[in-house]
């Protein structure tokens, strides 16, 4: 089992709707959890970490973590076809060694 | 504030040669970590470092090998290269213990 699995995608959505990526991990004690934003042949853009379960609101962008679930969630509201790139999870296993998930590709049409 | 600073940008190598990479953390940021991207596995942790030590190593063999300085700017090196390890190489910097990581833009290394 990998560590941190999404749905490697693509997500196609329509400019103006909120897109949702999905995010499970392995290690139960993990603490902290990240999503990075990825344009193709750029570096991983921070969008947003999460540490406590529940919900976290950053303009357009919503984490939500599940702990009991291993679940982390992106939610996008109002996207725009600028939000197309991939969507990348990732978990701090502990001193700082993060853990990614493979991404998911998000194409958003005008 | 200066992001991460990674030089160079860009490096073509031939098999067997040995290349150093750079990366300087954002001012005050004491960990850094470095990561290696392919098209094929994704991003993977190379190793961290914390005030000059390693404090944690990913699953990679003994030709890679990183240090850091009093400054926390960063080094890693690979020997002996070998096609495999063209990749994307990235440094993260953390301020610290269970905080965001921030990358720098990155080194695309070819191994021809």
Not at chain 1, 68 to 80: E, H, P
Not at chain 1, 81 to 110: E, H, I, M
Not at chain 2, 57 to 78: A, L, W, Y
Not at chain 2, 87 to 109: H, I, K, M, P, V
Request: hydrophobic content about 30%; glycine content about 8%.
């Amino acid at each position: 089992q990998k560590e941190v699995e999404q749905n490697s995608g693509p997500l196609s959505v329509p400019e103006g709707a909120i897109a949702s990526l999905n995010c499970t991990y392995s290690d139960r004690v993990s603490q902290s959890f990240f999503w990075y934003r990825q344009y193709s042949g750029k570096s991983p853009e921070l969008i947003m970490s999460i540490y406590s379960n529940g919900d976290k609101e950053d303009g357009r962008f919503t984490a939500q973590l599940n702990k009991a679930s291993q679940y982390v969630s992106l939610l996008i509201r109002d996207s725009q076809p600028s939000d197309s790139a991939t969507y990348l999870c990732a978990v701090n296993t502990g001193f700082q060694k993060l853990v990614f998930g493979t991404g998911t590709r998000l194409l958003v049409s005008p | 504030k200066a992001g991460v600073t990674q030089t160079p940008r860009y490096l073509i190598k031939t098999r067997g040669q040995q290349v150093t990479l750079s990366c300087s953390p954002i001012s005050g940021h004491r960990s850094v970590s470095w990561y290696q991207q392919t098209p094929g596995q994704g991003l993977q942790f190379l190793f961290e470092y914390f005030s000059e030590t390693q404090r944690n190593k990913g699953n990679f063999p003994g030709r890679f090998s990183g240090r850091q300085f009093s400054n926390s700017r960063s080094e890693m090196n690979v020997s002996t290269l070998e096609l495999g390890d063209s990749a994307l190489y990235l440094c993260a910097s953390f301020r610290d213990t269970n905080t965001e990581a921030f990358f720098g833009q990155g080194t695309r290394l070819t191994v021809v």
